[in-house]
């Protein structure tokens, strides 16, 4: 068997969540725990649960796991583990870094944002816009969705502090070429702050090689519990006064931006996601998703609307489509009840996006996203549902 051969029945026989026939396609939304994360967050609790920094075995046992987990972290990165910050949500540290940002930042600053973006890459700076007077600026897709890099740099200018945008888009599966985006952004004298909440269950992420200065994710978006990571530059951490009470930690300097108790029982389960993922290895991964998505395009039926990319070339699996003659809601229902596939419609907090498609925002469109643990049969039994609405 070839190195980049997946066993699909072997990896489901994993999760007992996937041992029922609902087709789980709704993997932008929150992937599914293999069974080993579910047992080392249920371990932590019944054998090591302790605050950390005292002198008996459980919290000495906890400081450890703390430590390790951001060794894995930084792994798992490419970055340095003491720039590692966990916190409840991406949500939560990107308002958290991006609060502490601008205590240096002035009236009249740029802020760069995409189309493509997460509300949670754009609702905080749109919050500094009112709060400092920062100037938001948006850079465009072109028509297929790809962003657009002439625009970005047409966008820049010398008050331009932040490029934010993501590695992947949640809603029609862009993967911009987040090096290219670093550099311009480099160009022009701004920091790189990129959102791989999306990318992060479908490819392997280097933020050395990337270059970005700031860059954000969600364990549970790839296999772990709900929780939430961010790493920076360590110069451009140091560079901000944190909001943070005293006694906690200053050093490394990641930790002056984890607010409080670690959920140090995720962090546990963190750990058992990253050891599933190092097992399967990212060639393996890459190379099935791609196969769903090949498949899955390759059997659209006519008449079916796909926002975006129309190869595999430059996405990630997860597609945006309507139905012409059925709403979203609908015909999101329709797979559920009638060929037990589980997919999501409405904007996915992608508002711009949804916008730039001349969508209505509240009902917005169909998304199905693969992971790998999804099978051919899965993709089939939605290409065939949608086959049926039409
Ligand atoms: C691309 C993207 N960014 C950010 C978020 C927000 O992540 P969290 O739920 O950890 O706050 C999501 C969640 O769906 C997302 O898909």
Known sequence: ???????????????????????????????????AVIDAITAYLREDNANVGAPYGTSQRTDALVEHAHGRAGAFLGC???????????????????????????PGDEVLVTRLDHDANVAPWLALQDDVGIVVRWVDVRDDLSLDLEGLRDTLSSRTRVVAFPAAANSVGTAPDVRAVADLAH???????????????????DVGAWDVDVLLCSPYKFFGPHLGMACGKEEVLRA??????RPSADEPVGRRFE???????????????????????????????????????????????????????????TFCFNVPGTTPAEAARHLADRHDVAV???????????????????SGAVRAGFVHYNTTEEIDRLLAGLGDLL
Request: aromatic share 10%; charged share 20%.
């Open 80 to 106: 340095d583990p003491g720039t590692v910050a966990f916190g409840q949500s991406m949500t939560a540290l990107n308002f958290l870094l991006t609060r502490a940002l601008a205590r240096d930042l002035e």
């Open 344 to 362: 999501w419609w409405g904007n996915y907090y992608a508002l711009e996006t949804m916008r730039r498609l001349g969508l209505d925002p509240e």
């Open 259 to 317: 607010l409080g108790t670690l959920q140090h029982e995720l962090l546990a389960g963190f750990v058992a996601a990253l050891d599933y993922l190092d097992a399967l290895g990212w060639e393996t991964i890459v190379a099935h998703e791609r196969q769903l998505g090949e498949r899955f395009l390759a059997g659209l039926p006519d008449g079916i609307e796909l926002y975006g990319l129309p190869t595999m070339e430059g996405r990630v699996p």
């Open 1 to 35: 068997m070839s190195a980049t051969l997946l066993d699909v029945d072997r990896v489901r026989n994993g999760y007992r969540a996937l041992q029922r026939p609902l087709a789980f396609l709704d993997a932008p939304g929150g992937t599914q725990c293999p069974d």
């Open 187 to 205: 160009e022009a004298g701004a920091l790189a702050w990129v959102d791989a909440v999306h990318y992060a269950p479908h490819g392997p992420i």
């Open 240 to 245: 901000w006064r944190p909001y943070k009470v």
